[in-house]
């Protein structure tokens, strides 16, 4: 099948130009940007800004997974969805998929409304370039490295709560992954959450843009460029910290990435 956005012509280039100009990226990176499958894992607040930058800039495919229907209080911070989408009980990755398409009408969206789930999780990633997090718990995230290091897909993690936030690009037997640093997610109820301690829309921001930046340097085949450190920010501090997490996979004995042992994709654990 002949993927017309791999044989896009200059004037299909025109609503990139301010993109295009940018050195690094250029026509030849807009053109794999084109031709790119993405999947998007939760389209909430980081998912929403994650799903937006990427349809804007042009990625070819996006798959949006969410089981959830839009509230009242997602509009505080969840950029694509609106009080029509709440009265109507709208799911969200429908919602999206409509805002999305009148944003950018080339790019090929695909709205799944479904658990993110060890059963579908492999199937839900299958031929995506990319996959990023846009989820709210730490348990789907051990899946999708799982999924991710499995299959040698790269990924980008990110998480946010209260004012501050983390993000990290993965990209599987090269970097560390999500193992290499945390060997197992903290039991439920052990960590602040946007229930308990609240969320602001800014921190959102903050890091699906970092988010979105090296997802567009993996799209575009400039590994190379890609931030090896774990990103930590609290916006309310004004604090940025770059921390270096490769030491963690240079141990060697990540359970994930060394071992091959995907606990969270065979779900033998809690
Ligand atoms: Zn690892």
Redesign the pocket.
């Known amino acids: 099948m002949v993927n017309k956005r791999e044989t896009a012509g200059a004037g299909d280039l025109a609503r990139y130009a301010r993109q295009t100009s940018f050195e690094p990226l250029g026509e030849v990176g807009q053109r794999r940007l084109l031709a790119a499958r993405v999947t998007l894992v939760g389209c909430g607040a980081l998912g929403s800004v994650l799903a937006e930058t990427l349809v804007r800039a042009g990625v070819g495919h996006l798959r949006i997974i969410d089981r959830d229907v839009v509230t009242l209080d997602n509009l505080q911070r969840q950029g694509l969805f609106d009080e029509d989408d709440v009265a109507a009980e709208t799911p969200k990755a429908e919602a999206a998929a409509h805002k999305l398409s009148r944003i950018n009408s080339t790019v090929s969206i695909d709205p799944i409304v479904a658990d993110f789930r060890p059963s579908n999780a492999e199937q839900l990633c299958g031929a995506a370039d990319l996959i990023l997090d846009g989820t709210d718990n730490l348990a789907t995230r051990f899946l999708i490295n799982d999924v991710a290091?499995k299959n040698r897909v790269p990924w980008v993690f990110g998480a946010c709560v209260a004012a501050e936030g983390r993000a990290l690009a993965i990209i599987p037997g090269e970097t560390?992954?999500?193992?290499?640093i945390w060997r197992d997610p903290p039991p439920a109820g052990g960590t602040p959450t946007a229930e308990t301690v609240g969320v602001l829309g800014a921190i959102v921001r903050v890091v699906a843009g970092f988010q979105a930046g090296e997802a567009l340097k993996l799209l575009t085949g400039q590994q190379s460029a890609v931030n090896r450190n774990l990103l930590e920010v609290d916006l309310w501090q004004g604090q940025f910290h770059a921390i270096d997490v490769q030491l963690a996979?240079a141990a060697g004995d990540?359970p994930?990435?060394?071992r091959g042992e995907y606990d969270f994709l065979t779900a033998t654990r809690a």
Not at 176 to 180: E, I, Q, S, V
Request: charged share 20%; proline share 0%; net charge positive.
């Open positions: 290091v560390a992954c999500l193992r290499c996979r990540c994930c990435c060394q």
